[in-house]
Nanobody, 122 residues
């Protein structure tokens, strides 16, 4: 079984910074893409940032230049550094990862973390 555990959320004033972490553990052979999504009240979950196993990144336009996604493959961990936070960044942030549990797996499974609340006050 695989678990993704997030940490680092909280309350911050507009213009401040937070760093989210998400560690994968359990039966893991290889991790492909890892990413962060967010869901604000009354809105659909949206992709915020994604990073491939090779380090290529992609961001939603609203966070470009403010958020940075990175990963530590040795620790099976993905990070989201969030700077210049705005009230509209308030949401529950979820990490996910595409994981091959064993060498014999034909395709990766998609796993989600439990979510961490980020609240930005104006």
């Amino acid at each position: 079984q695989v678990q993704l555990v997030e940490s680092g959320g909280g309350l911050v004033q507009a213009g401040g910074s937070l760093r989210l972490s998400c560690a994968a553990s359990g039966s893991i052979f290889e991790i492909n893409a890892m990413g962060w999504y967010r869901q604000a009240p009354g809105k659909q979950r949206e992709l915020v940032a994604v990073i491939t196993s090779g380090g290529n990144t992609n961001y939603v336009d609203s966070v470009k230049g403010r958020f940075t996604i990175s990963r530590d493959n040795a620790k099976n961990t993905v990070y989201l550094q969030m700077d210049s936070l705005k009230p509209e960044d308030t949401a529950v942030y979820y990490c996910n990862a595409d994981i091959f549990e064993t060498y014999y797996a034909n395709y990766p499974h998609h796993y989600w973390g439990q979510g961490t609340q980020v609240t930005v006050s104006s």
